[in-house]
């Protein structure tokens, strides 16, 4: 291997450990889209096998789109709940306890930081938990069955014109 071809493969390699590490929920990366890797045999002409990867990429894209938005809805859920309990927390020493108004306030503010949190903790943090291992284990099966087959190009055509993959 020439030294540009083992920096550009090391290099590779280092994008796809940066993906695998990156984010709070740790969700493992497909093989990269336009990646070169090597066949594994002689050329996929099946079409059952080529529908079944055909249907796990399908599954890959589905699960990383409700990845993202149950991560942005997590994200919102976290910032939330972190500026409640910090106005709770900034304001308290402030309160005045012979100042009915402010205590009126005070108490209010403390009932929406802890409904954040019970919303962060209770809701959103379990449903992008759930995305994540739903988006791994489909990262998991493509990776293992499919990734790196080669596969006829036109029978991979022809088959996705008519394919129906199953549901989840």
């Known amino acids: 291997m020439r030294k540009r071809d083992a920096r550009a493969a090391l290099g590779m390699g280092m994008v796809a450990a940066a993906l695998l590490f990156a984010g709070p929920a740790s969700a493992q990366a497909p093989l990269v889209e336009g990646e070169q890797s090597t066949p594994v045999g002689p050329l996929i002409t099946d079409p059952a096998v080529i529908g079944r990867c055909l249907c796990a990429g399908d599954r890959v894209s589905a699960d990383k789109t409700a990845l993202d938005a149950l991560g942005g809805q997590y994200g919102a859920a976290k910032a939330h709940a972190e500026a409640t309990a ?73 088959v996705a014109q008519t394919l129906v993959c199953p549901a989840p």
């Open 86 to 158: 910090a106005a709770v927390a900034r304001l308290r020493p402030q309160v005045r306890s012979d100042n009915a108004e402010q205590l009126d306030a005070f108490r209010r503010l403390v009932v929406e930081s802890q409904h954040a949190e019970s919303d962060l903790y209770g809701k959103a943090q379990p449903a992008y938990a759930a995305a994540v291992a739903r988006y791994n284990q489909s990262v998991a099966a493509y990776n293992e069955g499919c990734a790196g087959l080669p596969m006829d190009k036109a029978l991979q055509a022809r």
